[in-house]
Nanobody, 117 residues
Framework: VQLQASGGGLVQAGGSLRLSCAAS????????IAWFRQAPGKEREFLSS???????TYADSVKGRSTISGDNAKNTVYLQMNSLKPEDTAVYYC????????????WGQGTLVTVSS
């Protein structure tokens, strides 16, 4: 199981970014995929998860501003983030787990999102 996160960068407050999580050596339908972030000096924070395209959850911090989606043909999960704020600045990670597992145990390398005011 391998995950490759990408799409981070520098964006002004109010702007948008789409993060991508490319999965290899497994198929999306067999795993739940989630996005987390970790800001400097803070704990890792859950943002959103998706399973089989229809079981979707969002944390309150991104609900209404973000959309998670999956493309089975590309074996990729996306996180579209809008109305970005400086407090969204963090390293964003995607992770995977089999649905029966309680913890996400496969992690990508992270992509940095910096939101300037």
């Amino acid at each position: 199981v391998q995950l490759q996160a990408s799409g981070g960068g520098l964006v002004q407050a109010g702007g948008s970014l789409r993060l991508s999580c490319a999965a290899s050596e497994f198929t999306l339908d067999d795993y739940a995929i989630a996005w987390f972030r970790q800001a400097p000096g803070k704990e890792r924070e859950f943002l959103s998860s998706i399973w089989r395209g229809s079981v979707i959850t969002y944390a309150d911090s991104v609900k209404g501003r973000s959309t998670i989606s999956g493309d089975n043909a590309k074996n990729t999960v996306y996180l579209q983030m809008n109305s970005l704020k400086p407090e969204d600045t963090a390293v964003y990670y995607c992770a995977a787990k089999m649905v029966r597992d309680s913890e996400y145990n496969y992690w990508g390398q992270g992509t940095l999102v910096t939101v300037s005011s």
